[in-house]
């Protein structure tokens, strides 16, 4: 009788399931850490030099008012910008907007001219070789020295601040959009003359995305000049603007009320250079930041 040999069948091993970490719950202080690493550094700054400012300005002989100072005289003015009794006496709100009305119409003026310009340097040697000695020359000149000559040619205040904008403001648009268009990479020229893309379509397809990130790179400086110009411009045309209360506040010796334009000066021209940056970021997919 054959016996039947069995084989011993193995165990199967118990199968272990290894649990998930479980993920710690981020704690409030850890949550909050990276916008504390962001806004304590420039908050402490202001302090020290805030703190420095009272120090050095308190003293004996001190030509400046400290801060304490500052918010003593100009208290009314800080906390209520928005104010209108008619004429020039109105809240630095009213006097940012008239100056930002000005910027916004020859910065759109230098940015539709310089874009065509820089566009038509960029892409024909002739017309480069013929323009730009001639932009190198008139863009060293000052922004003040443009406004008599523009008073002489319009005869209104308005025209002349909106001129002296467009020509501060055309130069760096001019130029970053020529040397944007000269470094389109060859390969996307070659694409588009195997597909035969021609005339508007190869400006709008391959031209304008290729040169974006340099043409608001000349944007956002041309944007900076402005409301540089436009302060300077408004000093001597008069009216109501940002930069003729600052200079009236000077002649009337209140310098409180300086300090304070000035720094809300400094508040919209960085706004301005960030709204800039920000537009450059979504038209170019953030290639302009980079």
Request: hydrophobic residues 55%; glycine residues 8%.
């Amino acid at each position: 009788m054959n016996a039947s040999v069995q084989t011993p069948v193995a165990a199967n091993p118990a199968v272990t399931v290894a649990e998930p970490a479980m993920m710690p719950v981020p704690t409030l202080a850890t949550r909050l850490r990276p916008y504390a690493e962001r806004v304590l550094p420039p908050v402490l700054v202001v302090l020290a030099l805030g703190l420095l400012w009272e120090a050095a300005a308190s003293g004996a002989g001190a030509t400046l008012p400290p801060p304490s100072k500052v918010w003593a005289d100009a208290h009314d003015l800080i906390v209520d910008p928005f104010f209108d009794n008619g004429g020039l006496d109105k809240g630095l709100f009213w006097h940012l907007l008239a100056s930002l009305q000005r910027v916004a119409v020859g910065f759109t003026l230098s940015a539709i001219a310089g874009i065509a310009v820089g566009l038509l340097i960029g892409t024909s040697k002739l017309a480069m070789r013929g323009l730009d000695p001639i932009f190198q020359v008139l863009r060293t000149v000052p922004p003040l020295a443009w406004l008599p000559l523009s008073l002489a040619a319009f005869r209104e205040a308005q025209p002349s601040a909106i001129f002296v904008i467009f020509i501060t403001s055309v130069w760096p648009i001019i130029i970053n959009t020529a040397v944007g268009v000269r470094n389109v990479p060859q390969d996307y020229r070659n694409v588009a003359a195997v597909i035969r893309l021609r005339g508007p379509a190869y400006w709008w397809r391959i031209i304008l995305p290729a040169a974006a990130p340099y043409i608001f790179t000349g944007l956002r400086i041309g944007v900076g000049l402005s409301w540089l110009a436009i302060i300077a411009a408004e000093m001597l045309i008069g009216g109501v603007g940002i930069g003729f209360f600052i200079w009236d506040a000077w002649n009337s010796s209140n310098l409180s009320d300086i300090i304070v334009a000035l720094f809300y000066v400094g508040i919209v021209g960085f706004l301005l250079d960030r709204l800039m940056a920000l537009v450059g970021h979504l038209v170019t997919r953030g290639t302009a930041t980079a």
